[in-house]
């Protein structure tokens, strides 16, 4: 059973930048989509940026555009997201996600595969 494996979270404060990981324990060339959502407390899963595999297609939530960068390593079967300029109100658990049933994706629910979250904290 694949799974994500998920790193790099922690505190920052506001200006400062985070890089997180998702690593695949298998072969990730079938998953289609792999990406990141986040949740903040008494909000809903929102995504943030999502890359296609094979492809290198990338999409991101407006809140995000000009500030994260998500990047794929294939040989290592690892996404990464390079979070720049954080705002406070970046502060959220960050999951990532991947095995797109296809659809929109930015909906959490076209998504099979999830790695356990790992929290950023941005302060002032």
């Known amino acids: 059973q694949v799974q994500l494996v998920e790193s790099g979270g922690g505190s920052v404060q506001a200006g400062g930048s985070l890089r997180l990981s998702c690593a695949a324990t298998?072969?990730?060339?079938?998953?289609?989509?792999m990406g990141w959502f986040r949740q903040a407390p008494g909000k809903e899963r929102e995504g943030v940026a999502f890359?296609?595999?094979?492809?290198?297609?990338?999409y991101y939530a407006d809140s995000v555009k000009g500030r994260f960068t998500i990047s794929q390593d294939n040989a290592k079967n690892t996404v990464y997201l390079q979070m720049d300029s954080l705002k406070i109100e970046d502060t959220a658990v960050y999951y990532c996600?991947?095995?797109?049933?296809?659809?929109?994706?930015?909906?959490?629910?076209?998504?099979?595969?999830w790695g356990q979250g790992t929290q950023v904290t941005v302060s002032s």
């Open positions: 890359v296609v595999i094979p492809g290198g297609t990338t």
């Open positions: 996600a991947a095995n797109h049933l296809g659809g929109r994706v930015f909906d959490p629910s076209r998504y099979k595969l």
């Open positions: 298998a072969n990730t060339y079938s998953t289609k989509v």
